[in-house]
Every structure is written in structure tokens, then in C-alpha cells.
């Protein structure tokens, strides 16, 4: 894999880099600030300046959050932002109250006010946190960071390193290198999302992760992206996948093709470098049919040790991961419906049914089973340990991820097959997917569609457990 420089003259060139995150246990007793406000760091190619952008802890991606399996995360969210804020821990399977959906779990946290959370880590895996207040425009101004929890350290993967690479893109303007200021834009929300035109991992360009040859790695990937869906592939190495959305894999899974990394997904690999000393392997990322463009560029140094290593083990089960009861689960249908080219009439939102023009007036152009954006109503009241099955019809001519918070889900091929468990799956035009999943965990649950945008702009409804 060729290394390649970036100058003001190629910005919209796609851009890679990679960074680590090592791990810090918290104590329990502790509760630390989380702080969220207004920054620069600099991740505009050479030339430019810095980029104005809102953080945690005055970093991008925001202070890395490592706890172990079974411990309380406790975090005093501080806002120095100009606006309201809250946080969401997502692919926590958290109690409600501490979810961070502001207008349904909590008020939005106003500027100089406090918010404490306080919740018991039931999962191991790799999860990320991020903005749940206008999350479309605070997520892209850079309010996200990687929440990493480890397995008991005897459950943990024999490797040489443990590497988080969050993977986004950034729209900004190639005269001064900031953010641009058009979240409200209608073809945006109308099309596929917002899509940067500098494309990085945690947040820098033209980094590399020096490896070895034979060393095995443990590697975090985490689509923080707006919108953007990853087509990756590997290079110079050997890898399986181990877990996906922070849930273990009964078996890891050789890597023999592309991984499709949604928006909000994440996936853990193992990896084995194959490449000679000298040599460089990474992660390439697919930018168009014929094009592929390094994502994160390991350079090869040295060697780890003269021989192969056995394949990997299993990671230990998290609680909670048993098949839904199909045959008693109730069934329960959602049709997405709007964007550009769609088909959509009208609505309900407000309380009542509004035609495809006043929506579009009122900058909304999705819906979730003919609902417009969050209602009094939920989508589905589900009693406590109730399963269900959902068939999710995607009428639309735009791809989906559906994320479902304090839950995680199995897809249902139509033979019956289960598949893994994830919260975010993505749904492709004019697909139908089935998923199906336990009501064990009581609350108001957001589903939504995790292009960002999408959600801003009706495809957001909820779920009540009681």
C-alpha cells in the first residue's frame, strides 16, 4: 500500500489515519467531569489552520471512557457549550433514566448545567458515546468519543496491543477549513445524509500505526460518521471478526471479503500481520466502485516473533444474549417511507395528519410507520420479557441504519436463521429485514435511523417497556 500526501490544493481528497486508545480503569468511587464545550484541534490538511469544534474533554475524538465489565460508569457531564446538550451511551443495554435521549428520558442539559450519570456496565465490548441533543449538528461538530469495556482479564484475547480506530469524515469548507454551517439543508435531509469531504480515523490525516510482522492485534472499529456507510478491507494481514456492536460472536469469523460498516456500528477483529519488514498493510476504504483509498496505513517494523499464531478463541458470552421465542413474539410492522423520489403523501406529526408539502415546509421528509418524528404515542408498548418480531420495509430509495436503544436485536433470514446480535443494522433500499429481540429491559426506547439527518427530519419514533 502506497503512502500519499495531502496538500490544501487535493482537500477533497479522501484522507486516513489511525491513533490508539490505551485502557485506564475507572475506580468506582470516583465521578469524574465529562466536559463538553468548544475547541479547535487541527484536522485540516497542511495549510490550514485549526478547525473550530465542540468536544469532551477538548479532544477529537472525545476522552477515551475504559471501565471493566460489571463496574459503574459514573460521569458528571459539564456543558460549555453555547447550547443545550446530553449524552448518550450507545449499545449500553443502560437503565433508562441515564439513556441521554433529551425530550424523552432526560431535559437537555443547559449551557452551565450539570447532568450526573450513574449505571451499572452489564456488557463487555466496544461502544461508543456521543451527543443526544441535536445530535445531527453535535455529533458533526465532533461530540462523540469510543466507551470501551473490557472483559475479566482472564476472558480477555491473547494479543499484542488493543486498538481503538474511530472511523468519521468531516464537511468542511476548503477556503478556511471549518466546519460548514448547513445542517439545515434540505437536500441533505432529503437525500443520503451529510457527507464530509475529509474522511479520517480518529480524527487525524496521514497517520500511521507502526506494526510488526506476526504480531496479533486487537482492532476497535467504530463508524462515528454522520452518514457515511465504510467499505473496508484489510491488507497485509490475516483477521477474523470476534464481535459485532459489542457483542461476542459464538465463533470468530475468518475475513474473507469487504466489511460494511454502518453508521454507529462497530466491529472487533483480530488480526495477524502478514506483511514483510518494510512492507505496509492497513485498512483500505472503498470510495467508489473502482476506487479504494487507505483508511489507516501500518507500516511494518520489525518482527514480532519467527511463527503463525493458532487461530483465536471465542470471546466469553455477555448476559442476556438467548434467542428470542419466535413462535410467541409478536409481530410488529414498520414501513419507512420519504426522502427524495419517494413515494411518501403525508404523515402523522403533531397529533395530525399533514400532506408531503407541509411537511417538506417544515423541513421533514421521512417517516417510521407513518409517523413523522417522536410522538406521545410510541411505536409499540411491550410488556417486560416480551419478545417481538419486527419487519422493517425499506420503501425508500436510501440505505437506513436503525439503531434500537437499551436493547440489542438478532436479524431473521427468511429461512428462520438467526443472525447476530447488534443494535444498528442497515437497511438497504427497497429491503426487507426482519429483526427480533426480547423486551427485558423497561423503559422509553429511541429507535431511529442513524443518519443523523434522517433522524432530524422524522425517521424517530419509540418503544415503551413496562
Known sequence: ????????????????AGAAFGPRPLRAAEMPDLMAGPTSVQIAPEGYGKTNVWSYGGTIPGTPLHARQGERLRRRLVNELPVATSVHWHGIRIDNAMDGVAGLTQDPVAPGETFDYDFVLPDAG??????HTNSMEQVARGLSGPLIIAEAASDAPDVDRDEVLM????????EDGQIVDNFDNAMTLSHGGRMGNLIGTNAQYDYTLPVKTNERLRLRLINAANARIFGLRLEGVTGWTIALDGMPLEEPEPLTGPIILAPAQRIDLIIDVTADEGDTAGILRRDDEDTWRPQAIFPVRGRASKSKRAAPSALPPNPRMDMPNLADARPLDMPMEGGAMGRMR???MGGGMMGF???????QFWSLAGQIGLDETPFARLSRGEPARMTITNDTVFPHAMHLHGMHFRTIATDGTP????????????EKIEIAFTADNPGKWLFHCHMLGHAASGMTTWIDVT
Open 357 to 363: 408539502r407541509d411537511l417538506m415546509q417544515a423541513g
Open 1 to 16: 500500500m502506497a503512502r500519499f500526501a495531502i496538500s490544501r490544493r487535493g482537500f477533497c481528497a479522501s484522507l486516513a
Open 167 to 174: 472511523l468519521d469524515d468531516w464537511l468542511l469548507n476548503p
Open 419 to 430: 443472525g447476530p446480535m447488534r443494535d444498528t443494522v442497515l437497511v438497504l433500499p427497497n
Open 346 to 348: 403525508g404523515g402523522r
Open 126 to 131: 466496544t461502544y461508543w458515546y456521543h451527543a
